[in-house]
């Protein structure tokens, strides 16, 4: 349309004529347009349905890995890899789509339609084209280190802002405030610095095919004039040339800027096989545990340390429950206690020795019946900004809101549930330590479980708080089998059995009546220090 607007205008056609060719051009236009579009539409649709599948997987996958692994992860770093690294993907696979697939159609078009207008220049212009393509080829591995160490600056400056969000009320109550601040500035300036340099690869990439389009454009115009002048060209072929010449250019640029966006989806995509990769280190067994009633509990010969930490926390330790039977576990602070605990729930395995539940080695136990019949109690209870009821049922489906009533009352909340305004669906914020531990109770209660472990809070309650606790924990222990962490001698006034932790063994174990019996016990030494009746 353009050759024969242009050379019908010199050949002195009609208004009528040329009005009609530049209204044709414009429809081409329009739909050129709505097509480009229609395909963005398409594009999007397909990265965002296929991301999400993606994100939603991931975040699958890395709750069901194990807590070592979490503990070499910030919860921020995982975010970014679940959310920042699909979407760099899903920016990719749009800009393919819409740009790679598209540019590379429009460039080999051109070719053709050049090729068939003079052969020669068509020849010109693939020399051409394979050149600048070959140097944006070289060219794209300046850009790979630089995309890769941009992303992994800002998983850290995610991961760091979530950890000091999550620790604010520590840190501004230590005045920690600035020290945070100055840390923030380092990791934002490597990040600045990571993205700079990045930047400035991608700038000077675009400038070197500025100057190659000028210099390339100047010679298709040369070769146009030249063939013009030898009258093997009209001068409507010739500004046609000048014009596929320039169209050659939005494509090459679009697909530089690609080659940026498809570094980091390709970091991106590394990252997230890297993540997928992780395979949880406790396989998980098939025999369930007992289905009901109070569960047994064997520790034998049970020796632990932290993946990635060479220390021995436990050795040695063996420990026996019959149903139904309470341990009351006592010890300084880091002898251990809470470790055991870990591994009698199964979120670590020992590196020695065995734990069995209900007669079944937790190494084989099916997980589901695993996390149904064993209970925890931990030492600081995970509260979440939700209602009451999703707080209790931990956002599972609710067993009706009677047994949570009920349960809320054996944990002995019953008289602050009732002052809730909105009942179960009050939003649950500010409890104290000491509520947060009934609450912990009631979930307890809710799972029925067949041994419960209670890690005690070591903060200091108030006495009619105190006591509340302990009936919670006898109602709790009634018909179960339990293992109580205390850090105050006076709640294992009911246990059957006491074990003694230093320094990761066990330097006493025996029923808690002869221990407190035996004036010589380190447990009645203990109990004497601590002031409660033996
Ligand atoms: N996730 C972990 N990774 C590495 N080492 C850990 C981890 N948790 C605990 N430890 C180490 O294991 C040892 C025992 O810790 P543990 O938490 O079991 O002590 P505890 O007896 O429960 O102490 P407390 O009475 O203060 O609660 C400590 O030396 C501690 O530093
Ligand atoms: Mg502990």
């Known amino acids: 349309m353009t050759r024969q607007f242009v050379d019908d205008a010199g050949g002195g056609a009609g208004l009528r004529h040329l009005t009609l060719i530049a209204l044709g051009y414009l429809a081409l236009a329009v739909a050129g347009q709505a097509a480009r579009t229609v395909t963005a539409w398409l594009a999007s649709r397909l990265a965002w349905d296929g991301t999400d599948r993606l994100r939603e997987r991931l975040t699958e996958h890395a709750l069901g890995l194990d807590l070592a692994f979490h503990g070499r992860h910030t919860p921020g770093e995982l975010i970014e890899r679940v959310d920042g690294d699909v979407v760099a993907v899903a920016d990719f696979v749009v800009a393919f789509v819409l740009d790679v697939v598209a540019g590379v159609l429009l460039l080999a078009g051109v070719l053709v339609v050049v090729c068939t207008v003079d052969w020669r220049i068509g020849c010109a212009l693939l020399a051409y084209c394979v050149v600048v393509g070959y140097g944006m080829a070289r060219a794209q591995r300046l850009a790979v280190p630089s995309a890769a160490r941009s992303r992994a600056a800002s998983a850290t400056l995610v991961g760091m802002l979530e950890e000091r969000l999550a620790g604010v009320e520590d840190i501004r109550a230590n005045g920690a405030g600035e020290h945070t601040v100055r840390r923030f500035h380092q990791v934002s300036a490597a990040l600045f610095r990571a993205e700079n340099r990045d930047a400035r690869i991608g700038t000077m990439l675009l400038a070197g095919t500025s100057v190659a389009f000028a210099a390339g454009t100047a010679v298709m115009l040369g070769l146009a004039a030249w063939a ?102 006592v010890g300084r602070t880091g002898s251990g206690k809470t470790t055991l605990a870990r591994l009698v729930l199964r979120l670590h395995d020992p590196v020695e020795g065995r734990v069995r539940v209900g007669g079944v080695d937790l190494r084989e136990a099916d997980p589901r ?47 602050w549930a009732a002052g809730l305004p909105d009942g179960l669906d009050t939003e649950l914020r500010g409890l104290s330590a000491g509520q947060a531990q009934l609450l912990a109770f009631a979930r307890a209660f809710l799972s029925d479980p067949g041994l419960v472990v209670l890690d005690e809070a070591s903060s200091r309650l108030d006495p009619a708080t105190e006591r509340r606790i302990e009936d919670g924990m006898s109602r709790l222990l009634r018909d179960r089998t339990g293992v109580i962490i205390a850090h105050r001698l006076s709640s294992l006034s009911r246990v059957d059995k006491i074990a003694v932790l230093d320094h990761g ?9 002869d221990l407190a019996a035996d004036p010589d016990s380190r447990f009645g030494r203990l109990l004497d220090l601590a002031g409660v009746r033996r």
């Open 369 to 415: 019946s695993l996390r149904g019949r064993i209970g925890m109690v931990t030492q600081d209870v995970q509260l979440f900004a939700a209602s009451v009821r999703d707080n209790l049922t931990l956002f599972r489906p609710s067993p009706g809101d009677e047994r949570l009533w009920q349960a809320l009352e054996h944990a002995g909340l019953g008289e």
């Open 228 to 329: 013009v002048e030898a009258g093997t060209l009209t001068v409507g072929t010739a500004v046609l040339l000048f014009q596929y010449t320039l169209m050659v250019r939005a494509p090459f640029e679009r697909l530089i800027d690609q080659i940026r966006r498809y570094q980091s989806a390709l970091a991106g995509l590394a990252r997230i096989a890297a993540l997928l990769a992780e395979k949880p280190a406790l396989t998980p067994g098939t025999s369930p545990l007992p289905a009901a009633g109070p569960l047994g509990l064997r520790v034998e010969g049970v020796g632990f340390s932290y993946p990635d930490d060479g220390e021995q926390v436990l050795s040695g330790i063996d420990v026996t429950l019959a149903p139904g039977e309470t341990l009351g576990l």
């Open 505 to 513: 063994k066990i330097v006493e174990y025996g029923r808690r009546a």
